[in-house]
């Protein structure tokens, strides 16, 4: 693929072709309503960002177990669908491109917010606190999922993956990142099953083979991507053996023509960055390692340098948090809006999230 530094060139990306190469991360915001459903507000905070080159959409559940916090957005009933095509429409509308990202939240779940046991690869709970309607609770024992579990869980998926199309997405990213579920089976410390879902790295993968596999055979594999976060120690995620698993896991889903490959926390100085740079014949998208040092300057520097480690496409995240002109900003050169209250991040209604302001508007 092309290691061009340019970021503002087009790029083809499964059936499409995105006019620059800045995609819009997932960025679980907390606005949905609290059955899942997408919010009016929602459609107008993606449309102020369709200059992205591609928008990923927040994470939405394939079903209702898989629920994580609360005020997330869902994608498994018919007034979900309703809901997302709102947004998807407004965002069509402005010019842009939007993906949706699935994610089951596995251990990282709780009764308060679903009403439902969480479920994951084994009863292995959550080291931490999570947030419910109640506060912070402490995080439950999950049920270990069954085999059955299991098949119900690729299916939950694939249909999802249906839903998204039939709510406007152009295709849809599943999400094996983050100590969620799928990266919990990935993981030894959350893993410890005996049948063919565990034990082996081989069998570890296997999960995220299926969920992958289903969900390609339902809305074309050109429609799929797939994000991982090597490494990552979220959630209380200890994979061992990432050098291993994730070459594993690309092996294994290379030959499908999958629309991309996203890394979380993409450093090209890591070795398992260049390990799957070299095994993925396809489109990799890279989520660079950003400080707080959010300028103009330093975003670029990074960017730029993902690009020229082999990366096709940049997502960024925080930037286009705080800046929904953030294409326009890059490439004049012009300051970024900073990311105001933390706060404002995960709950709340337009303040720190819709109101911050463009180029035009601070003239």
Do not use: C
């Not at 939405?60 to 309703?82: D, E, F, K, L, M």
């Not at 995220?208 to 490494?231: F, K, Y």
């Not at 959010?294 to 993902?306: F, G, H, K, N």
């Amino acid at each position: 693929m092309s290691n061009t530094t340019e970021l503002f060139a087009s790029a083809p990306l499964g059936p499409l072709t995105l006019p620059n190469r800045l995609v819009m991360a997932p960025l679980t915001r907390n606005r949905a309503e609290a059955d899942g459903t997408p919010t009016p507000l929602m459609a107008a905070y993606y449309a102020q960002r369709a200059s992205a080159g591609l928008i990923v959409a927040e994470a939405a559940t394939p079903n209702a177990v898989g629920q994580t916090y609360p005020n997330i957005t869902a994608v498994h009933s018919a007034r979900h669908v309703a809901g997302w095509r709102r947004v998807t429409d407004a965002v069509r509308e402005a010019g842009g491109r939007m993906f949706l990202q699935l994610q089951h939240g596995g251990r990282v779940g709780h009764p308060a917010t679903s009403g439902l046991t969480p479920v994951a690869p084994s009863p292995v709970p959550l080291p931490e606190t999570i947030f419910t309607p109640d506060g912070h609770r402490s995080a439950v024992v999950p049920r270990e999922m069954t085999s059955e579990d299991i098949r119900t869980t690729v299916a939950d998926f694939a249909r999802a993956a249906r839903n998204a199309l039939d709510a406007g997405f152009e295709g849809v990213e599943v999400h094996s990142a983050n100590g969620h579920l799928l990266h919990q089976f990935l993981s030894a410390n959350t893993n410890l099953r005996t049948d063919g879902y565990g034990g082996s790295v081989a069998a570890r993968v296997r999960f995220t083979t299926e969920v992958v596999e289903a969900v390609a055979a339902e809305i074309g594999a050109e429609r799929v991507g797939l994000r991982v976060s090597p490494g990552s120690t979220v959630n209380g995620i200890a994979e061992g053996e990432t050098e291993e698993i994730y070459p594993a896991l690309v092996q294994r889903l290379r030959g499908l023509g999958l629309a991309y490959l996203h890394l979380v926390y993409a450093d090209p100085d890591a070795p398992v960055f260049g390990k799957l740079r070299a095994g993925w014949p396809g489109v990799l998208i890279g989520n660079p390692v950003l400080g707080d040092d959010l300028t103009t300057d330093a975003v670029r520097r990074a960017s730029e340098r993902l690009l020229a480690a082999g990366a096709d496409l940049i997502a960024l995240g925080r930037p286009f948090l705080a800046n929904p002109d953030l294409v326009a900003r890059l490439r004049l050169g012009a300051p970024l809006n900073p990311v105001r209250d933390r706060y404002f991040m995960y709950v709340g209604g337009a303040t720190g999230y819709t109101d911050y302001p463009a180029l035009a508007s601070q003239t």
